[in-house]
């Protein structure tokens, strides 16, 4: 392939393939609850991110189980990685947080995977991943939510945090060995080609261990829903977003593992997702640029390490 496949860095880690187990937490997030922001992103719908999750009143148990058995007689799947999803999966008690991720530590749970924000991730909650890890022998990473490198775009979004939160949260996992995935959307209205390059850079920079793109959909009922209506922005084409994703990934280093170049966003409850197509055939396009181009992600990434001074050598 030419970029860096999530399923196949599975596949070389696990021996075989491994499957992710939506999870939801009784979380909430700090942009929502009056800590941050009482109204939340403004993309954000009511249920967050996890519009396929079992609900949060089934326990850590009972949601790997009923996913579990729906999945493993479909693909024959051994092994899984519940993924802690809807929400801020670390805003609640380290303590608390520990007792979740030991009730996930089952026989054939290879990883666990925890979505939240980079101002939710401290000392404390990275102590418990890190004994949790050691301890049951699994391994634990974290998914944070960034959309954008672009620090006026964070404010218009209304993130409730910047890029210095991020960049600190990914410093501090560093140090704990804790893997980490970064979430953005390729693209936000406000951001152009610049921006898009210099996440890339900045991830790139920061050697995190992988990325998921998505495109931005507009949820009803949202404050993006209403600016959407009354025109407040336009939403690039299709075939800008495939442009953005190849150059994103010509400028991403060769060993971040890209978990996925477009979002799996439902129509129902949207005013606008993934321009009205199959998610598969964007990821097509974007698969098809990157073979005319005869190009391959990190084939831009020349610009670490003084790029400037190398000329000296
Ligand atoms: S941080 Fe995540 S859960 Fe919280 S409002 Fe933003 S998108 Fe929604």
């Known amino acids: 392939m030419r970029y860096n496949v999530y399923s196949d860095y599975l596949k070389r880690r696990y021996g075989e393939k491994v499957y992710k187990l939506p999870i939801s937490l009784p979380v909430t997030c700090p942009n929502r609850d009056g800590t941050c922001g009482t109204n939340g992103c403004v993309f954000c719908g009511e249920i967050g991110a996890g519009y396929e999750n079992l609900p949060a009143s089934m326990t850590v148990s009972m949601q ?3 996913n579990r058995a729906h999945i493993a007689p479909k693909y024959k799947a051994k ?3 519940p993924y802690f ?3 801020s999966n670390t805003y609640l008690p380290a303590l608390q947080l520990e007792q ?3 009730e996930a530590c089952q026989d054939d749970i290879v990883g666990i995977a925890i979505a939240t924000r980079p101002d939710c991730i ?4 990275l102590e418990v991943m890190a004994r949790v890890a050691a301890t049951k022998n699994v391994d634990i990473s974290v998914e944070l939510g960034l959309q954008t490198v672009n620090y006026h775009t964070l404010q218009k979004i209304q993130r409730g945090h ?3 939160e991020f960049i600190d949260a990914v410093l501090r996992l560093k140090k704990y060995n804790i893997e980490v995935c ?3 959307i390729l693209n936000l209205p406000w951001d152009d080609m610049v921006d898009v390059v210099e996440s890339a850079k900045v991830l790139s920079a920061l050697a995190v261990n992988q990325v998921k793109l998505h495109a931005l959909y507009i949820v009803k009922g949202t404050v993006m829903a209403n600016w959407y209506q009354d025109q407040l922005f336009e939403i690039i084409s299709k075939e800008e977003y495939v442009v953005r994703v190849v150059e994103f990934l010509e400028h991403l280093h060769p060993d971040i593992v890209v978990q996925r170049l477009i979002g799996r966003a439902p129509e129902k409850n949207t005013l606008f997702t993934n321009w009205q197509t199959g998610w598969w055939k964007i ?3 974007i698969e098809g640029l990157l073979e005319e181009r005869n190009t391959c992600q990190g084939e831009k990434c020349n610009y670490l390490n003084g790029s400037a001074v190398r000329k000296f050598l």
């Open 85 to 87: 999803q809807n929400f």
């Open 64 to 66: 790997i189980a009923a």
């Open 283 to 285: 990821r097509d396009a």
């Open 122 to 125: 401290n000392d404390q909650y």
């Open 182 to 184: 970064t979430h953005l």
């Open 162 to 164: 910047g890029l210095g």
């Open 100 to 102: 979740y991720l030991l």
């Open 79 to 81: 092994k899984y990685i």
